[in-house]
T-cell receptor, first 114, second 114 residues
Framework: QKEVEQDPGPLSVPEGAIVSLNCTYS??????FMWYRQYSRKGPELLMY????GNKEDGRFTAQVDKSSKYISLFIRDSQPSDSATYLC??????????????FGKGTLLTVNP | NAGVTQTPKFQVLKTGQSMTLQCAQD?????MSWYRQDPGMGLRLIHY???????DQGEVPNGYNVSRSTTEDFPLRLLSAAPSQTSVYFC?????????????FGEGSWLTVV
């Protein structure tokens, strides 16, 4: 079993839809959870960063972490064609010091149709 | 992705040739790393460094070499290129007092080995 599982999609939605993207993980030592957005032929760009369980909102984006279920989600409200990209979940098992090794899901390809 | 600079952006190599992918960051980050991204495999960690003079292996280190002589630079060397090393390579940096656990990625280097 991979440490981080993410449905690769592809996911296609109409403009204005609410999008839900999810990842599950098996390592209970993960403490920090991120969502990255990656446009075609570009580097990953950090969207959301959360620590431990709970919700975090930033504009149209909401990140949710449930450590008891080992499950994280990203919700996109009022989706726009410009949201079309691959979304990657990532996690850090930070045992202290300067080690920030990210473990990634494989990414979900999202297309928002006008 | 301002702050992490990768060169070259595109490179074609012949099997057996060696080359170095350059990575530089100007954010005084302690942590730097190299990932490769392949279809269906996601982002996989090759090597990482938690400070000048300190490097360690990631998930897929074979065929690659790194060094960290300065805080700013973290070059990735391909010792004898193989077609299996055809991939997109991303350098990432992060950490430090003001960055928390935020990891920033470069724009990527597309490498083809023929």
């Amino acid at each position: 079993q991979k440490e981080v599982e993410q449905d690769p999609g592809p996911l296609s939605v109409p403009e204005g839809a609410i999008v839900s993207l999810n990842c599950t993980y098996s390592n209970s030592a993960f403490q920090y959870f991120m969502w990255y957005r990656q446009y075609s032929r570009k580097g990953p760009e950090l969207l959301m960063y959360t620590y431990s369980s709970g919700n975090k909102e930033d504009g149209r984006f909401t990140a949710q972490v449930d450590k008891s279920s080992k499950y994280i989600s990203l919700f996109i409200r009022d989706s726009q064609p410009s949201d079309s990209a691959t979304y990657l979940c990532a996690m850090i098992q930070n045992s202290g010091g300067s080690n920030y090794k990210l473990t990634f899901g494989k990414g979900t390809l999202l297309t928002v149709n006008p | 992705n301002a702050g992490v600079t990768q060169t070259p952006k595109f490179q074609v190599l012949k099997t057996g040739q060696s080359m170095t992918l350059q990575c530089a960051q100007d954010m005084n980050h302690e942590y730097m790393s190299w990932y490769r991204q392949d279809p269906g495999m996601g982002l996989r960690l090759i090597h990482y460094s938690v400070g000048a003079g300190i490097t360690d292996q990631g998930e897929v280190p074979n065929g690659y070499n790194v060094s960290r002589s300065t805080t700013e630079d973290f070059p990735l060397r391909l010792l004898s290129a193989a077609p299996s090393q055809t991939s997109v390579y991303f350098c990432a940096s992060g950490g430090g007092t003001y960055s928390g656990n935020t990891i920033y990625f470069g724009e990527g280097s597309w490498l083809t080995v023929v």
